[in-house]
């Protein structure tokens, strides 16, 4: 009994040197190492490349060196035998590949594919899978950056998980660590900055549009933007302007004419920004121009209302009757005949009891 034991162990010790013996001329299709980002597909091969004549038996899939979580079995006799529900097994001729769905943190690990051959008997690989979190990229600046001339730029950036940083202008290298740094700006360092944040087998961009502001720009833009708590006053034809800028260090005074060239004094720090600005003539130009475009439509529109009440008016009176009588008809005169003309006498007196002598001649034959 002892004896049969004895043999066994030992035929069994000699097939497994004779296997190993030939398994170094085969050639298996894996990777080593490989990683993946929360979320993604992956896919793991296990091709037997060099020896074609070799028949499968059965191909296995186990995770960890251990080998004791088995992910999925398959026998061309016996079919498909799955173990874990995120898995897919695609069987091909001279191999296997392992689909890995949707993988999380907890995917990571080492996964060994081991196929049963005949004659060569078990041929195993081993790939060592890295599943990272979702690149998440944080910043304390938003992708729109305006900044007066002169003063500093600081943009800084976190990534998780990060293992390369680059900034890049117009395709040429600026930085390469976490923050982006500019001093003393001017126009020449306006534009769009590339922030490529580098995850193994991925890579995150995020750009930043970087603006210096002109000194007419920079102006326009403090007054447009000045806080509740500014005091405005002005007095004739000059305005004053205070306000307090707490994140700008330093104390400017500016005095900026419309006829001149504006002038900057620097003075020590004390955090406050005073803006004084000079009209002359020009602000009280724009006034009377202002006041004559106001008035002159308002005058224009009482003089239409005016016309329009003194036309109404004739047509009220015209439809009312005349204020005096008519003068009556005019008499038609005719010329006298002969025979209409009365050649008798003429009353003298009143009782028409005297008729006078026609001449003289018969008043003195009447005496």
């Not at 950036?157 to 390469?176: G, I, R």
């Not at 006034?287 to 224009?300: F, Q």
Request: with cysteine.
């Amino acid at each position: 009994m002892a004896r049969g034991v004895l043999g066994a162990a030992f035929s069994l010790l000699l097939l497994a040197s004779i296997t190993q013996g030939l398994q170094q001329d085969v050639d298996i299709l894996h990777y080593e190492k490989m990683e993946a980002v929360v979320g993604e597909n992956v896919t793991l091969p296990c091709i037997i490349q060099s020896s074609p004549s070799l028949t499968i038996v059965s191909v296995e899939w186990r995770k960890n060196k251990s080998g004791n979580t088995k992910l999925a079995v398959y026998s061309p006799n016996l079919g498909l035998w799955k173990v874990w529900p995120n898995v897919t097994m695609q069987n091909v001729p001279n191999g296997s590949y392992l689909h890995l769905h949707d993988v999380e943190t907890w995917d990571s690990g080492f996964y060994i594919c081991e196929i049963a051959t005949f004659p060569l008997g078990a041929i195993r690989s081993e790939t060592e899978l890295k599943i990272k979190d979702e690149v998440k990229l944080l910043c304390d600046a938003e992708s729109i950056v305006e900044v007066p001339p002169g003063e500093n730029v600081t943009i800084s950036c976190t990534a998780f998980p990060a293992d390369h940083y680059k900034w890049t202008k117009n395709n040429t290298l600026v930085s390469e660590s976490e923050s982006l740094e500019l001093w003393l700006v001017t126009e020449a360092h306006s534009g769009i900055y590339t922030l490529t944040v580098n995850t193994g087998n991925k890579s995150v961009h995020k750009r930043f549009s970087i603006t210096v502001l002109t000194a007419t720009t920079s102006l326009r833009t403090d007054l447009m933007t000045a806080p509740p708590q500014s005091n405005v006053t002005e007095e004739g034809l000059i305005t004053s302007l205070t306000t307090r800028r707490p994140n700008i260090d330093g104390n400017e005074t500016k005095n900026e004419s419309m006829g001149g060239n504006p002038v900057v004094t620097p003075t020590p720090n004390t955090g406050n920004t005073t803006v004084v600005i000079e009209d002359g003539d020009f602000g009280g130009l724009q006034s009377d121009v202002l006041l004559a475009l106001i008035i002159v439509p308002i005058l224009l529109l009482i003089v239409l209302v005016g016309i329009l009440y003194r036309r109404k008016i004739k047509r009220e009176r015209m439809a009312l009757p005349p204020p005096f009588k008519p003068p009556p008809p005019p008499i038609k005169y005719t010329a006298a005949r002969r025979h209409d003309i009365y050649t008798g006498p003429l009353p003298t007196s009143r009782c028409n009891s005297v008729i006078e002598p026609k001449d003289m001649k018969q008043m003195f034959l009447d005496i």
